[in-house]
């Protein structure tokens, strides 16, 4: 299990290489293939009890190490380079991600009981995905960075669809059609891929209910 989170580093090194050669659509596939392996080899892991098997290898730092390069290292590095930001302030936001980011990584109430994120986790790459798809006006998308970095130090939950027991099933589903949609808008432009881009605007209100719904609970009791 070990050997399939390392190869996370090599899908971040593939998508590293695409953005190197200015290939925006194969360097988000390739994130978006290390992120599919990060969402379910902890999982494995614990079904197969590896941390038995291997007690002085910490699958967990092995896990961030590779998680920090593919969701805010190199997606903050694509939305440098490919995403439109106002004059004078792509690297400023490029600061903001990283800096945000090592304080998520770093935060050890990152999860609470029920495993929903606390706070913003650091999902640059998935935020890489809707400014490129989106196209936001510049400064539409660096109040977004801006919004995104501060919500990493609040107490707003986040769903993750593999680890959040309730309807795991259900959260486990759209997250794998808001996948199939996200790479078809990737591919194509939204115009020519319509059925996905209601499947994504319906995932994402999902999403976005879900972290809504739990926050409020937190809230109100």
């Known amino acids: 299990m070990h050997i399939f989170t390392a190869s996370g580093v090599l899908l971040g090194t593939m998508a590293l290489l695409a953005l190197i050669d200015n290939n925006p659509v194969a360097c988000l596939l390739w994130l978006g293939a290390a992120m599919m392996i990060d969402g379910i080899d902890g999982t494995l892991a614990r079904k197969y009890e590896v941390k038995t098997i291997l007690p002085h290898f910490d699958g967990s730092t092995l896990d961030m190490v590779i ?74 998308t660096f109040a977004t960075i ?53 499947g994504w605007g319906i995932t994402s209100a999902y999403f976005i209910g879900m972290c809504l719904w739990r926050t409020a609970q937190e809230w109100f009791n």
């Open 146 to 198: 801006v919004l995104l970095a501060i919500l990493t130090v609040t107490r707003m939950k986040f769903l993750h669809p593999f680890r959040v027991r309730l309807f795991m099933p259900l959260n486990i589903a759209v997250t794998l059609v808001w996948c199939a949609c996200t790479t078809s808008l990737v591919l194509s432009s939204p115009e020519h891929a319509v059925w996905a881009l209601w």
């Open 67 to 140: 998680d920090y390069l593919t969701w805010a290292f190199i997606p903050a590095l694509f939305i440098y380079y490919f995403i439109d930001l106002p004059t004078n302030f792509a690297l400023f936001a490029v600061f903001i991600i990283l800096l945000s980011s090592m304080f998520c990584f770093c935060n050890v109430d990152m999860k609470s009981q029920d495993n929903y994120f606390v706070g913003f986790p650091a999902a640059w790459n998935i935020a890489a995905a809707y400014f490129y798809i989106l196209d936001f006006p510049p400064f539409i």
